[in-house]
């Protein structure tokens, strides 16, 4: 079972920069897909970035240019630099990994418990 462990989040002013990282634990195999995910206040969570063992990257489309995944190619860790925050970034901010297993037919998840970020106006 592989465990998730994230780090980096905080309080900062708009503007200001943050960045997270998450190292994965445990388990066997090599870690697919990496990805961070967001969820604000009474809202459903959402996909901010996501990188594959192989480094490529999706951005959600109103984070590209202020937020920046990496991970080193087939690594168990992942960062996320945020920059030029506001304070609609406000949320917790959860690490998610996947492995596949025999040619993709079997799939596992796997979510950290989240790193609260505050941005102030």
Known sequence: ???????GGGLVQAGGSLRLT?????????IDNMAWYR?????QRELV???TDTG????????KGRFTI???NGKRAVDLQMDDLKPE???VYYCYADQYFFGGDLKYDYWGQGTQV???S
Do not use: F, H, N
Request: hydrophobic content about 25%; overall charge negative; charged content about 20%.
């Open 1 to 7: 079972q592989v465990q998730l462990v994230e780090s």
């Open 22 to 30: 998450c190292s994965a634990s445990g388990g066997g195999g090599l």
């Open 39 to 43: 969820q604000a206040p009474g809202k």
């Open 49 to 51: 970035a996501e990188i």
């Open 56 to 63: 490529k990257t999706t951005y959600a489309d109103s984070l």
């Open 70 to 72: 990496s991970r080193e």
């Open 89 to 91: 970034d406000t949320g």
């Open 118 to 120: 505050y941005v102030s």
